[in-house]
C-alpha cells in the first residue's frame, strides 16, 4: 500500500479497485456515458438526414445536401476550439462555491455537469424546428445556430464528467474498470441512440399515414352498394380473396379503401402491367426485375444507344399518362386567374432551370417542395394550363426516369423514381375502371412529417438531463484546490506542453483520423439503409442488434486480455477490425440481392465491428489516463480536463471532418435513388483513413514509465 500526498489530506491508494473509486460511482459515470451518447449521437446520426433527406422519397429537405454539411461543420469547429477553453476553466475553477455559483455544487467538475446538461434540453429539442418547412436559406442559418449553442453546452457538461475518470481511478487495474463501466454506458447509450429513433419516430409521428388506395363507388348505381364490386374488380387483377382484409369501408359509405399487403400487391400487378406495355410499344419482350425496394430497377436488353433508348422511352410512358395527368398534377387557379398552383410529388428533386421552355416563357415561376407556382400578366386559358401541365410532366420524367447503360450485350437498366413508380400504377389501375361502378381512384400516397423527430428529441433531452445528474449526486470529487499549496501555471501553459507530450500527439493524431471515417459511416448510415439495403429508420434497429450483443460480450473478455497486452496493441487490433469492416459498406450495398439478405450481411458487418468498438470504449480511459501521468511527470499538476478538453477537440475536428466526407462524398457522387454511389463510397474511405490511424497508434511509447 502505498500513500499519495493530495495537500492536507492523504489518499490511500490499494490494489483493490474499490480503494479507488466505489460501484455506485461507476454505475453513475456508466449511466451519465448513456446521456452522453443520447444528446450527441442523435444530432450525430440523425440531424443531417433530418435537415436533407434521400432525393426522391418524399421527404421535406429543409437544406440542400451540398449546403447541409456545413450546419455541423461551422458547428462542431466552434465546439472544437471552445472545448479545451472549457477543460483550462473547469482545471482552474475552486472547488468550494463562493458567491457567483448560483446553486452551491461543491468541486470544479460537477457544477458544469449540472448546468450544461440543463440548458442543453433546450438546444436539443431546438434544433428538430427549422422554421421553414421547404429548402431555405433560413433553415441553414438557424440550423446552424442551434447547433454552435449545443456543442458548446455539450462540452460544459462532457469535458468535466469525463475529467471525473482520471481523477478516481488512478492505478491501471482501476483505470481498466472504470473504462469497462464507461464503455458498458457508451455501448448502451449509442445502441439506444441509434436504434430506437429509427422505431420511435415512426411510431411518434402522428401525421405518417402508410400508402393505401381509396376506391370511390358510383352511389346511383350501387345503392348501398357491398364491397362485392371491389373484389370482383380485384380479381380481374389475379388478386384472390385470402387477401380481402386489406379492403375497409371508408367515408363516406360509397369509399372503400385498399391497403397493407393487398395494396402492395395490386401496385406491384398495375406496375408490372404498365411496364410491359410501354415496353411492348418499343419492342422489347423480356426483361428482369431487379431486387430494389427504394425504387423500380428493370434491366432490359436493346439494339439502341443509351441516349437514343432514354429518349424513346420517356416519350412512351409521357404518352402514357398524359392524358390523366391531372390526376398526379392538381392545378389550383387563383380568382384573379392570373396565378396557378401545380402540385405533385414529381416535383420533388426538380430545379426552376428544369422547367424552361416555351409554356413559361414572360411568367414568373417559384417552386417550394413539390409545389409550383406560376404568375402571368393576363388570366390563364385553359390551354395555356393543360400546356403548362405538359410541360412539366415532361420535364419531370428526366428526373424521375432514368437509363443508365452497363456496356454488357447492350444492356440498359431503367430505373423508375418511387414517385414515378406510384403514378405509373394509379394510371394503370384507372385504366381498368372501364365496365364496373368504380368511378374515381384516389392514392393516398405515404407520408412523414417532422413531429416524430421532434418527440423523439424531447424524450432523449428529459432521459439525458436525468442521466446527467447522477455524478452529480453520487460522485464525490477527491481533488480540494485550497488544500494544495502549488504555484499556478500560466493559461496556456497546458496546450504548449501537449502539443509536447509524445504519447497525446500519436493518440490525438491516430484517432484524428481513424474518427473521421467512423462518423462518415454514421453519417450515412440512415441513407444507406435506405438506399444500399432498400429499408427505411427502422432497418437501423435490426443492424445495431448484432453490434450490441458482441460489444457487450466482448466486455467480458477484454479486462482479461488487458493484463497480457498492452493497450496500445488492444488500439491497433479494434481500429484494425472497424478499418477492414468498412468498406464491405459499399460490397454490400452493390450486391444483387434482396432485401432480407442484405439486412443479415449488414447485421453480421455490425457484429464484426461491434468488437473493434468494444475495445476502444473500454481502453479509452487508460490510454488517456496514461497520457495524463506523463504529463504530471513533467508538469507537476493534474490537469485531467484539459487532456478532455483537447481530447474533445480532436474528436470535434474529426467529426466536422467526417461530415465533410460524408456531405461531399454523397454530394459529388451522388445520394438519391438513382446514384447513390456517394453513400456507398463512405465506406472504402472510412477503411483507408482507419488504416492511417492503425500505423500511427503502432508508433504510441509503451514503455515511458519504465524509461
Known amino acids: 500500500m502505498t500513500e499519495i500526498s ?77 472545448s479545451p477553453l472549457v477543460g483550462a476553466l473547469s482545471d482552474k475553477t475552486p472547488t468550494r462555491p463562493g458567491r457567483w455559483r ?7 467538475r460537477r457544477p458544469y455537469i449540472f ?29 446552424t445556430i442551434l447547433l454552435c449553442a449545443h456543442w458548446t453546452l455539450f462540452s460544459v457538461a462532457v469535458i468535466p464528467l469525463n475529467a471525473l475518470g482520471p481523477e478516481i481511478a488512478r492505478s491501471e487495474t482501476a483505470r481498466v474498470a472504470l473504462g469497462t463501466w464507461t464503455a458498458i454506458g457508451m455501448i448502451i447509450g449509442l445502441a439506444m441512440a441509434n436504434a430506437l429513433p429509427g422505431v420511435l419516430i415512426s411510431k411518434l409521428d402522428p401525421s405518417r399515414i402508410e400508402s393505401h388506395l381509396s376506391m370511390v363507388l358510383d352511389k346511383s348505381k350501387n345503392s348501398g352498394m357491398s364491397q362485392k ?62 431486387p430494389r425496394k427504394a425504387f423500380r430497377a428493370l434491366q432490359v436488353s436493346t439494339n439502341l444507344n443509351e441516349q437514343d433508348f432514354s429518349e424513346k422511352l420517356r416519350k412512351e410512358v409521357y404518352e402514357y399518362l398524359k392524358i ?19 402540385h405533385s410529388k414529381l416535383l420533388e428533386g426538380i430545379e426552376e432551370k428544369d422547367l424552361a421552355g416555351e409554356e413559361l416563357k414572360d411568367k414568373e415561376i417559384a417552386l417550394q ?13 385553359e ?19 432514368m437509363v443508365s447503360f452497363s456496356g454488357e450485350n447492350q444492356n440498359d437498366v431503367v430505373i423508375f423514381s418511387r414517385a414515378l413508380t406510384q403514378v405509373l400504377a394509379l394510371a394503370g389501375i384507372q385504366n381498368s375502371l372501364s365496365g364496373t361502378s368504380i368511378v374515381d381512384v384516389i392514392w393516398v400516397a405515404e407520408s412523414f412529417s417532422p413531429t416524430g423527430y421532434r418527440r423523439v428529441a424531447t424524450v432523449f433531452a428529459l432521459i439525458s438531463f436525468v442521466l446527467f445528474l447522477l455524478p452529480v449526486i453520487f460522485i464525490r470529487e477527491r481533488y480540494d484546490s485550497e488544500a494544495i499549496q502549488s504555484e499556478p501555471l500560466p493559461w496556456g501553459q497546458g496546450l504548449k506542453d501537449a502539443l509536447r507530450n509524445k504519447p497525446f500527439m500519436i493518440y490525438a493524431w491516430s484517432f484524428f483520423l481513424f474518427t473521421i471515417g467512423f462518423l462518415a459511416v454514421q453519417r450515412v448510415l440512415p441513407y444507406w439503409a435506405e438506399l444500399g439495403l432498400d429499408g427505411d429508420e427502422s432497418t437501423i434497429t435490426f443492424l445495431l442488434i448484432p453490434f450490441i450483443l458482441v460489444a457487450i460480450l466482448s466486455y467480458a473478455v477484454i479486462p482479461i486480455v488487458a493484463r497480457y497486452l498492452h493497450m496500445k496493441w488492444l488500439m491497433f487490433i479494434a481500429l484494425g477490425i472497424i478499418a477492414s469492416g468498412m468498406p464491405f459498406l459499399y460490397v454490400i450495398g452493390k450486391l444483387n440481392v434482396d432485401f432480407t439478405v442484405r439486412t443479415v450481411m449488414g447485421m453480421i458487418l455490425f457484429g464484426y465491428c461491434g468488437i473493434g468498438q468494444a475495445i476502444i470504449y473500454v481502453m479509452m480511459i487508460p490510454m488517456l489516463g496514461d497520457i495524463i501521468d506523463y504529463d504530471e511527470k513533467f508538469s507537476g499538476e493534474r490537469r485531467e480536463a484539459v487532456y478532455n478538453g483537447l481530447s474533445a477537440f480532436i474528436w470535434k475536428a474529426s467529426m466536422a471532418g467526417s461530415i465533410w466526407l460524408a456531405s461531399q462524398s454523397m454530394s459529388l457522387w451522388g445520394n438519391s435513388i438513382e446514384r447513390y454511389t456517394g453513400v456507398l463510397l463512405v465506406g472504402p474511405f472510412a477503411g ?8 500511427l497508434i503502432s508508433l504510441y511509447p509503451s514503455h515511458w514509465r519504465e524509461e
Open 6 to 82: 493530495n495537500g492536507n489530506e492523504k489518499v490511500e491508494e490499494k490494489n483493490s479497485v474499490s480503494g479507488e473509486f466505489r460501484w455506485y460511482e461507476g454505475l453513475a459515470i456508466c449511466l451519465s456515458m448513456i446521456a452522453v451518447q443520447l444528446c450527441s449521437e442523435v444530432i450525430n446520426q440523425w440531424g443531417l438526414y433530418f435537415y436533407s433527406p434521400s432525393g426522391g422519397v418524399g421527404r421535406t429537405v429543409y437544406v440542400s445536401i451540398g449546403l447541409v454539411g456545413y450546419i455541423f461543420i461551422i458547428g462542431t469547429f466552434w465546439d472544437a476550439f471552445s
Open 383 to 401: 390551354e395555356e394550363i393543360n400546356g403548362i401541365r405538359e410541360k412539366v410532366l415532361s420535364s419531370v420524367l428526366k428526373r424521375h426516369l
Open 229 to 290: 364490386e371491389i373484389e370482383n374488380w380485384l380479381q380481374s387483377w389475379g388478386l384472390t380473396g385470402d387477401k380481402w382484409e386489406g379492403i375497409v369501408k371508408g367515408e363516406p359509405n360509397s369509399t372503400f379503401n385498399i391497403q397493407g399487403s393487398l395494396f402492395e400487391a395490386l401496385q406491384e400487378k398495375s406496375i408490372t402491367r404498365t411496364t410491359e406495355d410501354i415496353f411492348h410499344k418499343l419492342g422489347i419482350k423480356e426483361y428482369q426485375k431487379l
Open 102 to 108: 448560483i446553486i452551491p455544487i461543491y468541486g470544479r
Open 688 to 695: 483507408i483513413f482507419g488504416l492511417l490511424g492503425m500505423i
Open 115 to 143: 448546468f450544461g446538461s440543463l440548458l442543453m434540453v433546450f438546444t436539443m429539442i431546438g434544433f428538430w424546428f427549422p422554421p421553414t418547412g421547404h429548402t431555405s436559406l433560413l433553415n441553414f442559418i438557424y440550423g
Open 324 to 342: 390523366g395527368s391531372s390526376k398526379f398534377i392538381n392545378i389550383q387557379k387563383e380568382n384573379s386567374g392570373n396565378k396557378i398552383y401545380l
Open 369 to 381: 417542395g413539390e409545389t409550383l407556382s406560376v404568375i402571368s400578366s393576363r388570366p390563364f386559358s
